[in-house]
């Protein structure tokens, strides 16, 4: 598995992973959902590779298996048993070949200019504030894509949950990177943005650091279900 | 056709003819669904409060409590087993398929374990349940449901299709009866009728139907049913109903299939469907060896197709001969042939671009008339089709 949520340290490698199963004739399948590069797990040596079809590719709702044809059909063929569940329609899968041809001739450099763009943006809007530490970091599983990491010092007078608190709760609603709030910091991800969206982050960042504290700008992130359980009230 | 994306991709133009099937891409899309798929796609939603408004129009067309839109009717099948199981304990769902000490048995007539494209009884299995089949696959009565229900028993799944045995069960209105006598749940697959209030107001706690078949909305599968049970269904999103899991795309698509519903000129599209009957009936009258009658659909949704009966001997060909040639060539019309033994296959005029009726009508003509004129009757044997159709799906993708 390919991902920023898995341990990054202490763990084999992939070609390590597939050596020591191809040696017992285990075939490996790799979990590579929000991964850019299309070609390196098969180079590795995967056997199957799974990628979303809704992450960085664009397209619609899928995921989309690659790999031995043997497998790839063993794959296929589950549609006529568990598979049928998770079936998808002709709009997504011509959707899908929609996207993965839009792949090749993606501008990507553009793409990378206009999320640096971006997070200059945000540095620059967040410079000098006590307490806000921002450094622009690269992606953690090496997809060509950096993200602005900000810590939150209790100088600021915010903690990094009240921080994304307030700014989720805004209009717009700014939904940052917190997975890690409890550890004091938070990402912002520029390459879900419209264009001017980058405008109205830095503004509102801005607005909330320039005003006074508001009584949950020191809030702590509190684990709880109990929205979930009322569920569709 | 223009700007036919068929094309593009260097694929045939299949006609219809056959119903609203999965394997053909189910329906045509109507145009306020297409119109919501195309604008949610670039936009980012609070999936969470979207699944509430979904929710709040599926009851609204239906009259249950609540709704859900998940990927399929079969996955809504399998979700809502789930629900029925783990109801709202989220470590449960998370659990599952191991079911732990939870109510774990699922009932269901043998008359209604089913192949839909995949069996109805692995879509209940895959939540973790263990199937209990009740009575026979030719017969069911009350008193085996109830014996088969026990203290273990977490639902019982009926199932309404042109699939099922469709003789001497159990009316769906004794089913509900004695498996809430018994406190048990009674989980409906509709997945293609049309009435969306019939099934819940007879008792049903929950009721799922395709989103892409009759309402003509994006490929998916629309629960209703009480608020605690739905809502034990949409909680599985955290467990296996992810991968399961219907986009921002599919759920505006039915949100706008359901209210274009609502003013669908259901009389106009019935009109329509009879024209195109009546161009069939006029070229296949007077031909030796065919008979076409108009039937009614077996499940009552409110929809007439045209039954074809061959006799090989006075029209030279089988009538599976006849659907196979019908479905070859560049402009393959596709038959509803799931009874093409007995020397039938029907004609569905409810997926028919306008003047397709006519193409139809004119392939028809075509294969008849090249059989009358053929100097031996065209039957290979039906079991020779069948191997080499068994076959032929292992060589996938080639």
């Not at chain 1, 001739?105 to 307490?131: F, K, M, V």
Request: glycine content about 10%; charged content about 20%.
């Amino acid at each position: 598995m390919v991902a920023h949520t898995t341990i990054a340290y202490g763990m084999l490698t992939l070609p390590e992973f597939v050596a020591t199963c191809h040696a017992k004739g285990v075939p490996v399948i790799v979990d590579a959902a929000s991964e850019y590069d299309f070609r390196r797990f098969i180079a590795e040596g995967a056997d199957l590779v799974v990628y979303s079809g809704h992450k960085f590719l664009g397209g619609p709702t899928s995921g989309i298996v690659a790999g031995s044809k043997a497998l790839v059909r063993a794959g296929y063929l589950q549609n006529r048993g568990l598979g049928r569940a998770m079936k998808v329609g002709k709009e997504t899968i011509a959707g899908v070949i929609a996207a993965l041809d839009a792949w090749e001739g993606r501008d990507h450099a553009g793409i990378r200019a206009t999320e640096q763009a971006a997070l200059c943006l945000w540095q620059n809007a967040l410079a000098g504030r006590s307490g806000i530490e921002a450094r622009i970091t690269p992606d953690p599983t090496n997809n060509p894509l950096d993200r602005l990491e900000i810590r939150v010092m209790p100088a600021s007078g915010f903690t990094a949950y009240g921080l994304t608190s307030i700014l989720s709760a805004g209009t717009p609603p700014i939904m940052v990177r917190g997975h890690q709030v409890e550890q004091g910091l938070f990402w912002l991800d520029p390459c879900n943005l419209h264009p001017g969206e980058a405008d109205i982050v830095a503004t509102r960042l801005g607005e909330i650091l320039d005003a006074p504290r508001p009584a949950q700008a020191m809030a702590v992130p509190a684990k709880s279900s109990a929205g979930l359980l009322k569920w569709p009230d | 056709m223009t700007n036919d994306i068929r094309q593009d991709l260097g694929l045939r133009q299949v006609i219809n003819v056959s119903g609203t099937m999965t394997a053909l891409g189910a329906s045509i899309v109507v145009p306020p669904a297409i119109d919501a798929v195309s604008r949610s796609l670039s936009q980012f939603f609070d999936m969470g409060a979207l699944h509430k408004q979904a929710s709040a129009v599926i009851a609204d067309q239906t009259g249950a409590e609540a709704g859900f839109v998940t990927a399929s009717c079969a996955a809504g099948i399998t979700l809502a087993v789930a629900g029925a199981m783990t109801g709202s304990d989220l470590l449960a769902i998370e659990r599952l398929p191991d079911t732990g000490a939870l109510k774990n048995e699922v009932v269901i007539l043998s008359g209604h374990m089913i192949g839909f494209g995949a069996p109805v009884e692995q879509m209940i299995a895959l939540s973790g349940a263990k199937i209990v089949p009740v009575g026979q696959a030719t017969a069911s009565s009350a008193y085996q449901l109830a014996g088969s229900i026990n203290e273990n028993t977490a639902a019982a799944v009926f199932v309404i299709s042109h699939h099922v045995v469709d003789y001497a069960q159990i009316p769906l209105k004794t089913f509900i009866a004695v498996c809430h006598e018994k406190g048990v749940p009674v989980i409906v697959d509709a997945a293609s009728e049309y009435d969306l209030t019939s099934v819940l107001a007879l008792g049903a706690d929950i009721v799922i139907w395709s989103g892409h078949k009759f309402l003509g909305g994006p490929t998916s599968g629309i629960v209703s049913g009480s608020k605690d049970m739905v809502r034990a269904t949409y909680l599985q999103n955290r467990g296996i109903g992810r991968g399961m899991k219907v986009g921002k795309e599919s759920i505006v698509g039915v949100m706008a299939a359901l209210t274009a519903w609502k003013t669908r000129d259901h009389a106009g599209i019935r009109a329509r469907e009879r024209a195109a009957l009546d161009v069939w009936t006029d070229a296949l009258a007077g031909r030796p060896g065919v008979t076409a009658t108009i039937v009614p659909d077996p499940t009552n949704n409110p929809l007439d197709r045209m039954k074809v009966q061959i006799d090989p001997q006075a029209a030279h060909i089988s009538a599976w001969d006849l659907a196979i040639r019908l479905a070859a060539g560049d402009r393959p019309v596709i038959v509803r042939d799931h009874e093409v033994e007995h020397g039938h296959f029907f004609l569905d005029p409810c997926n028919l671009h306008p003047g397709e009726e006519f193409t139809v009508a004119e392939r028809l003509t075509e294969e008849l008339d090249k059989a009358a004129l053929a100097n031996d009757v065209i039957e290979t044997p039906l079991e020779e089709i069948w191997l080499a159709r068994e076959a032929s799906i292992l060589k996938w993708p080639d």
